[in-house]
Each structure stands twice: as structure tokens, then as C-alpha cells.
């Protein structure tokens, strides 16, 4: 389903937006929601960033023998013993 949205641009702008719709031979909404695409793939790539960072951080802690590590089978024993 698609929501519409109402935007206010610059003149210049929206004159930019429209030319390069008339260029590419189709809509004002097809060029703008094409670069809110290309925006939001942005955004994803940033949560991306930010999970290394997060990794990298608990992988530095791990080195640094701050971040306590538990042998899988003793994990797998835990699990198997909770009530179900």
C-alpha cells in the first residue's frame, strides 16, 4: 500500500526534480521515491556500521578479559535444563 506524502521544496529544487523527470521520461514521485530508496539503503548501511562497531567493541573486551566466555556445551546444559 503507499502512503502519500506532501513535501515542500526549494523552488530550485523542485525545478531540478521535475527536469530530471521530463529527461528520464517519467514522474516527479518515480524520481523522488528512486532517491528516497537510494536514501534509506544509506540508513541501512548505517545500522550495518554501527553493529561492526558493537561487535568490535565486545571483541576488544573479550581480549582485554573483560567479557566472560562460556563453553558451548555448558550453554547447551543450561538451556536443556530449564522447564519447559
Given at each position: 500500500?503507499?502512503?502519500?506524502?506532501?513535501?515542500?521544496?526549494?523552488?530550485?529544487?523542485?525545478?531540478?526534480?521535475?527536469?530530471?523527470?521530463?529527461?528520464?521520461?517519467?514522474?516527479?514521485?518515480?524520481?523522488?521515491?528512486?532517491?528516497?530508496e537510494e536514501f534509506a539503503a544509506g540508513l541501512d548501511l548505517l545500522e550495518e556500521?554501527?553493529?561492526?562497531?558493537?561487535?568490535?567493541?565486545?571483541?576488544?573486551?573479550?581480549?582485554?578479559?573483560?567479557e566472560p566466555l562460556r563453553d558451548w556445551e555448558d550453554v547447551k546444559a543450561e538451556?536443556?535444563?530449564?522447564?519447559?
Open positions: 500500500m503507499a502512503t502519500k506524502l506532501t513535501v515542500a521544496l526549494p523552488e530550485e529544487l523542485s525545478r531540478r526534480a521535475k527536469a530530471r523527470a521530463a529527461l528520464e521520461g517519467t514522474t516527479l514521485s518515480a524520481v523522488i521515491r528512486s532517491h528516497l556500521a554501527e553493529d561492526l562497531r558493537v561487535v568490535r567493541e565486545i571483541e576488544a573486551r573479550i581480549e582485554r578479559g573483560e538451556l536443556d535444563d530449564l522447564p519447559r
